[in-house]
T-cell receptor
Framework: GAGVSQTPSNKVTEKGKYVELRCDPI?????LYWYRQSLGQGPEFLIY????????DSGLPNDRFFAVRPEGSVSTLKIQRTERGDSAVYLC????????????FGPGTRLTVL | GDSVTQMEGPVTLSEEAFLTINCTYT??????LFWYVQYPGEGLQLLLK?????DKGSNKGFEATYRKETTSFHLEKGSVQVSDSAVYFC????????????FGTGTRLQVTL
């Protein structure tokens, strides 16, 4: 079946602009995660949704970052007033109910802030 | 907090050589441990996992044993192939943190003929 999809695959923006990154999880997966991967580093946790609600947003670096999942499926990560340090690959993952320790990752969105 | 330390790369091996990538962890609870692999141009894929002490995870000829006494989860393969060239990430999921993954920095493996 279809895997986790993310759009766009690449996004180039200017410092100070607003961006939205979309994640479409595997059908039936109730848990959804966002991670950020900087160059040469491992992914870092940002936020975890169980259904529509954010169960853990402890990884969001500051209040410029926000994520929603209004219908419990597609999620959008929103970044306001982007900074050059936000440049990274943003990864989305999902997992099935009762098996949240096995996460399926999307291909990521590469964000470049000029 | 939780952390994962893995050996720096790149690791360069000839085909059919033995592979070890070291991974150690720090966690407050009883974590599950994972190895993820990222092939060139592809997304992260789960390679193997172990959920409790002394468990051995295995897949595609790769193995790793959960060693609580040494807080380690080293990845091994007896005979690597060119197609194993990728970046390998060690990760943990702590029981108290709703299964969010904490990753190491990754180790790039390059296998040559």
């Amino acid at each position: 079946g279809a895997g986790v999809s993310q759009t766009p695959s690449n996004k180039v923006t200017e410092k100070g602009k607003y961006v939205e990154l979309r994640c479409d999880p595997i059908s039936g997966h109730t848990a959804l995660y966002w991670y950020r991967q900087s160059l040469g580093q491992g992914p870092e946790f940002l936020i975890y949704f169980q259904g529509t609600g954010a169960a853990d947003d402890s990884g969001l670096p500051n209040d410029r970052f926000f994520a929603v999942r209004p219908e419990g499926s597609v999620s959008t990560l929103k970044i306001q007033r982007t900074e050059r340090g936000d440049s990274a690959v943003y990864l989305c993952a999902s997992s099935i109910p009762g098996h949240t320790d096995t996460q399926y990752f999307g291909p990521g969105t590469r964000l470049t802030v000029l | 907090g939780d952390s994962v330390t893995q050996m720096e790369g790149p690791v360069t091996l000839s085909e059919e050589a033995f592979l070890t990538i070291n991974c150690t962890y720090t966690a407050t609870g009883y974590p599950s441990l994972f190895w993820y692999v990222q092939y060139p141009g592809e997304g992260l894929q789960l390679l193997l996992k172990a959920t409790k002490a002394d468990d051995k995870g295995s897949n595609k000829g790769f193995e790793a044993t959960y060693r609580k006494e040494t807080t380690s989860f080293h990845l091994e393969k007896g005979s690597v192939q060119v197609s194993d060239s990728a970046v390998y990430f060690c990760a943990l999921s702590d029981t108290g943190t709703a299964s969010k993954l904490t990753f190491g920095t990754g180790t790039r493996l390059q296998v040559t003929l």
